[in-house]
């Protein structure tokens, strides 16, 4: 089947703007979970959701940084009034039941790259 | 805090040498550790995980709790496993820290 789409792949945007991201995760998976990753650098973790709901939101920097996932399905990252070094590759990854604790596969997306100028 | 740290930015072997990706982390618990991997033009993707022991594409990780370090081993590199290998740790709760990526590149 298909596995985890971002949309768009690559997003260009002044900065000051407001952006979308989307993820569709795999079809089933309840978890979703959020990643941003800046050059040279691994992934860092952004929000995790279990269902509909932001389970961990801790690795938001700020509150200009919001994701939602109505119906625990689709997730969007949005991020407003956005900065220079908010540019990086915004990762989207989907499992089954998110049982990280014990080792379950995430599936990741092709990524959003994101720049602001 | 918990980290992950990969010293070798970048660490080049020819073909049919062994190779050792090193890893290590701080974290006081018991972690749940795994190694990931992004050739190119490709995605992230799960290679192991330590709790399951298995090798995979002919790698190994052994989790050294003394030392804690969670190292990538091949005994004989092949071409086609030139790419990026991320070390990884879960602290528990879902949260999954990344190291800074190690990229190997296989010399014919």
């Known amino acids: 089947g298909a596995g985890v789409s971002q949309t768009p792949s690559n997003k260009v945007t002044e900065k000051g703007k407001y952006v979308e991201l989307r993820c569709d995760p795999i079809s089933g998976h309840t978890a979703l979970y959020w990643y941003r990753q800046s050059l040279g650098q691994g992934p860092e973790f952004l929000i995790y959701f279990q269902g509909t709901g932001a389970a961990d939101d801790s690795g938001l920097p700020n509150d200009r940084f919001f994701a939602v996932r109505p119906e625990g399905s689709v997730s969007t990252l949005k991020i407003q009034r956005t900065e220079r070094g908010d540019s990086a590759v915004y990762l989207c990854?989907?499992?089954?039941?998110?049982?990280?604790?014990?080792?379950?596969?995430?599936?990741f997306g092709p990524g959003t790259r994101l720049l602001v100028l | 805090a918990q980290r992950v740290t990969q010293p070798e930015k970048l660490l080049s072997v020819f073909k049919g040498a062994p190779v050792e990706l090193k890893c290590n982390y701080s974290?006081?618990?018991?972690?749940?550790l795994f190694w990931y991997v992004q050739y190119s033009r490709q995605r992230l993707q799960l290679l192991l995980r330590h709790i399951s022991r298995e090798s995979i594409k002919g790698f190994t990780a052994d989790l050294n709790k003394g030392e804690t370090s969670f190292h990538l081993k091949k005994p004989f590199a092949q071409e086609e496993d030139s790419a990026m290998y991320y070390c990884a740790l879960s602290p528990g709760g879902f949260k999954t820290i990344f190291g800074a990526g190690t990229r190997l590149f296989v010399k014919a």
């Open positions: 990854a989907s499992s089954l039941t998110g049982g990280a604790r014990v080792g379950e596969t995430q599936y």
């Open positions: 974290y006081s618990g018991s972690p749940e």
